[in-house]
């Protein structure tokens, strides 16, 4: 009888310790999941998006971030300039953020008034109101993978582009 109150009583101690461990294994995901959402909604609404600070993307990025499967983040951080130029109160608003793993889906909202040319339309003082969707993937505190995709045909046809041809299928 001893013997089995002994043994039960180490089962319990060690169902108390296996439970200790794992939550405290769960709360250390959640904190790391917690940091990186924070890390994407400080480039996007803080800093680089929402204020064109491109000198703050070394905070943010890896020097070797990849953009959209491309090495060459260079071409994106001039469309960003273009933008900013053209749509100089451009603000970032999220909408929703997902992180799982190492990764980061944030949806957002672009609103902003067009001040300056923008792919050789002429300002037009028009506000404009456009989402997006990212998918950012982070490694030891910076981002090192992104894929972003904006309603770019909704911001142009609301400075008045004309439209765009459906692609024709041969």
Known sequence: MKKSLLFA??????????????????????????QNKALVRG???????????????????????VFNNSRE???????MRALRSAFPDLRTTIEDQIAEGDKVVTRVTFRG??????????????????????????ADGKIVEMWHLANT????????????????NE
Request: proline content about 7%.
């Open 113 to 138: 008034t067009h001040q300056g040319e923008f792919r050789g339309i002429a300002a037009t003082g028009r506000p404009v109101e456009y989402s997006g969707i990212a998918i950012d993937r982070i």
């Open 43 to 65: 480039y996007m609404t803080n800093e680089v998006l929402s204020r064109g600070d491109a000198a703050a993307r070394k905070r943010y990025f890896s020097d070797d971030a």
């Open 9 to 34: 009583a180490a089962l319990c101690l060690a169902g108390l310790f296996q439970a200790a461990l794992s939550q405290t294994k769960g709360d250390h995901e959640k904190m790391k999941l917690e």
């Open 153 to 168: 045909p909704a911001l142009l046809q609301q400075i008045g582009a004309p439209p765009t041809p459906a692609p024709r």
């Open 73 to 79: 983040v260079e071409p994106q951080l001039a469309r």
